[in-house]
């Protein structure tokens, strides 16, 4: 088990745990951030196989002062075998609000210093709680750092051993690691 404190650029902070979940392995984390001035609590859990492909994802939202929501658009988008067309290529969860799924592709994908391979993704928008396709390319830079693209947002990636993010250029950075 790997537990990672990240804080955010906008004065969010999450612990995320990377943990075995039987033949594969599981995400989870807590994240603490704020929108219109509420403060607000996310958690969520991804699981994947042994070759990292995501298998079950929950995320529950709780804004102060009202009872936490589960989407559950989520997990029934991930569960079974049977999905909308529109995501059908979609291996890999992302969850707007962390860095933590940035490591699912990484893990999954394996490249070699100098390559780089684009993969549809189902990306979970942060505030508006919509799920939508998206197409994202992955370029790993150098053995610890990767390039990740989506429409014009191109951000740099320093990663652990495990793939975990360290730095997410411009918006979170780790602080403590056990």
């Known amino acids: 088990m790997t537990a990672l404190l990240w804080l955010a ?35 969520y859990a991804v699981t994947v196989d042994s070759t990292w492909t995501t298998r079950d994802v929950t995320v529950q939202v709780a804004i102060a002062g009202r009872d936490p929501r589960e989407l559950t658009d989520l997990a029934e988008l991930w569960s079974g075998t049977t999905r909308p067309p529109e995501f059908r290529d979609c291996v890999d969860i992302d969850l707007s609000f962390t860095p933590a799924t940035n490591t699912l592709p990484i893990r999954r994908l394996g490249l070699a210093v100098g390559e780089q391979a684009e993969i549809e993704v189902a990306w979970f928008v942060w505030p508006e709680l919509d799920v939508r396709p998206v197409r994202q390319v992955y370029a790993r830079l150098a053995a610890h750092r990767y390039r990740y693209t989506q429409d014009d947002f191109t951000a740099e990636l320093v990663v652990d051993d495990q793939g975990l993010v360290q730095e997410y250029e411009g918006l979170w950075h780790a602080v403590a690691k056990a």
Request: proline residues 3%; contains cysteine.
């Open 9 to 43: 650029s906008d004065g969010g902070s999450e612990v995320c745990i990377l943990e075995r979940s039987g033949r594969g392995w599981r995400l989870r984390g807590t994240v603490l951030t704020h929108e219109a001035e509420q403060p607000i609590e996310i958690r």
